[in-house]
């Protein structure tokens, strides 16, 4: 057992240092500078992002590193979110401050589609190397950008608009991506712009149903899109064997697979790609959050005599201003050195499997992989409770799923076994055995 948070009437330090840090409460969460921090939010920033939600504690973050998060009022916490699952190698890790402000003072900012420059043409070869298929690589700006460009990819390649997805899944809000995801609340006010090409089944449905939804989508679905691991929308995992068997019945009738990866890739649950893993053999695989290191940046790898699909007609099809920026291509490649040289796949197998031992210990559903975890509890306000009380003892963990029920916890890889420890003593203590 670790030690437990300890609470200090003095404040915290101003400034992180990397190591071994635990929990170290100086006030309770909110304080007085979160608070009104959260009072000029309401101020200016419109509702629609809801980063000030009612009484929810609402905590901005001052800094971070490594495990590590420092709010506006001194409390230091242990990060049981990784950023979202970007901070997969830790927050602020040397090698890619390192690397960003090298890259900074040669090229801060390139000319997009235009012109490239040689941390991308370095980082489209060193993914191409990773690929478990002959791959070329095709550059986004987030996780629901690179969806959009599978599905983009899917249609010139077969001519057919349909998708085959799944429930619950989450591929992101943008127009093409939300129309694949599947919560209601997302989707509902934006139902008429979003068509009716989606087929949508259970995530991890009997073969039967897949078969019976192929063949009646025969002439249609070109594209069938799966999380491997459901991760935003209650951390699921599909039966033995589902995965290989989806891909086989794809591959069958003529539909391109295209795996969302964006969280589960790059080590999060103990793979480099689960799907490739699992047998899904993928034809797209959809990468980002972890790839970045802090910076945004989203891969598809495409096999590549798919993606000659393009028409190279002199002008880019799908682009932005700040595609394969320099900064993220250069914290990209740090970020990939620090996975092979940390081994932090392996580490996260491991870490995964001592977390998995405590965590089945709890009285209540808990399911995951690596360091991929959720907690299920019977009711949205119990899981947001959870939350709460795990910040109030120095813990960030966030309440999701598909109908909010579900504590997740999603380490940076790099968390230490003390660090780890402590924070499951927290997630027990708020739990309960």
Request: proline letters at 7%.
């Amino acid at each position: 057992m670790s030690r437990p948070p300890t609470s200090s009437p003095q404040a915290a330090p101003r400034r992180l240092e990397r190591g071994d840090q635990l929990p170290l409460m100086c006030c309770e969460p909110p304080g007085l500078r979160a608070r009104a921090l959260a009072r000029d939010l309401r101020r200016f920033e419109a509702p629609g992002v809801d980063t000030v939600r009612g009484d929810e504690l609402a905590v901005p973050w001052a800094e971070a590193c490594g495990s590590n998060v420092l709010d506006v009022d001194g409390n230091r916490y242990l990060d049981l979110t990784s950023g979202f699952g970007v901070a997969a190698i830790g927050h602020r890790h040397p090698r890619v401050l390192s690397a960003i402000a090298e890259q900074g003072g040669r090229l801060l900012h390139g000319l997009g589609d235009v012109a490239a420059h040689p941390a991308r043409v370095e980082l489209a070869g060193r993914l191409v190397g990773l690929a478990p298929f002959p791959a070329r690589v095709y550059f986004a700006v987030s996780g629901s950008d690179a969806v959009e460009i599978a599905l983009k990819t899917a249609m010139l390649a077969t001519e057919r608009p349909g998708v085959l997805a799944f429930s619950p899944s989450y591929h992101g809000l943008s127009l093409g991506a939300l129309a694949v995801s599947s919560r209601p609340a997302f989707r509902d006010p934006f139902a008429a712009r979003l068509g009716a090409w989606v087929v949508r089944l259970p995530f991890g449905c009997p073969e039967s149903e897949l078969e019976q939804a192929l063949r009646q989508g025969a002439g249609r679905l070109g594209a069938c899109l799966v999380e491997p691991i459901v991760g935003r929308e209650g951390v699921l995992l599909p039966p033995a064997g589902w995965l290989s068997r989806l891909g086989a019945l794809c591959a069958e009738h003529g539909l391109v697979r295209i795996a969302d990866e964006v969280f589960t890739g790059f080590g999060r649950a103990g793979e480099l790609f689960v799907s490739e893993t699992d047998g899904y053999e993928p034809d797209l695989l959809c990468l980002g959050k972890a790839l970045g290191g802090g910076l945004p940046i989203a891969v598809v790898l495409g096999r590549a005599a798919l993606l000659e699909c393009w028409p190279g007609n002199g002008e880019a099809l799908h682009t932005a201003t700040f595609l394969a920026h320099p900064l993220a291509c250069a914290a990209a490649l740090a970020s990939l050195d620090v996975l092979e040289r940390e081994d932090l796949v392996a580490r996260s197998r491991r870490l995964g499997e001592h977390a998995g031992s405590r965590l089945r210990s709890l009285p209540v559903p808990v399911r995951g992989r690596g360091l991929l975890w959720g907690i299920e509890s019977d009711r949205a306000e119990v899981a947001h409770r959870w939350a709460d009380q795990a910040l109030r003892r120095g813990v960030i963990a966030l309440a999701g799923g598909h109908r909010g029920t579900v504590l997740q916890v999603v380490p940076p890889l790099t968390i230490t076994e003390e660090q780890l420890d402590c924070a499951l003593d927290v997630i027990e203590q708020v739990v309960g055995r």
